[in-house]
């Protein structure tokens, strides 16, 4: 039925985005204005399992995170909850 194909389908977008990924990523942040903006987003990434180091740029949009298991799912849910959004 059609909401068997749904369900699949979103579940297999949700397996998607939790790939994790050892390594050094750069994600582009919307909404950060400040420095505060940027230790905000750096506290809430590193405060994810796995995160070495995290470095925000407010004016660029860029941060780059490094992490032993970058999970881009976690890192969307964390900043969402600060208002901030990654693209």
Do not use: R, W
């Not at 050094?24 to 995160?51: D, F």
């Amino acid at each position: 039925s059609i909401k068997l194909l749904i369900v699949l389908f979103k579940a297999l977008l949700n397996q998607k985005t939790s790939t994790q990924i050892p390594g050094t990523i750069t994600i582009k942040v919307n909404g950060m204005t400040c420095s505060h903006c940027e230790t905000n987003v750096v506290n809430a990434i590193m405060s994810l399992e796995g995160s070495k180091s995290v470095s925000a740029n407010h004016q660029s949009g860029e941060v780059i995170v490094e992490s032993s298991n970058f999970n881009l799912l976690e890192v969307k849910e964390a900043l969402d909850s600060y208002n901030y959004t990654v693209h």
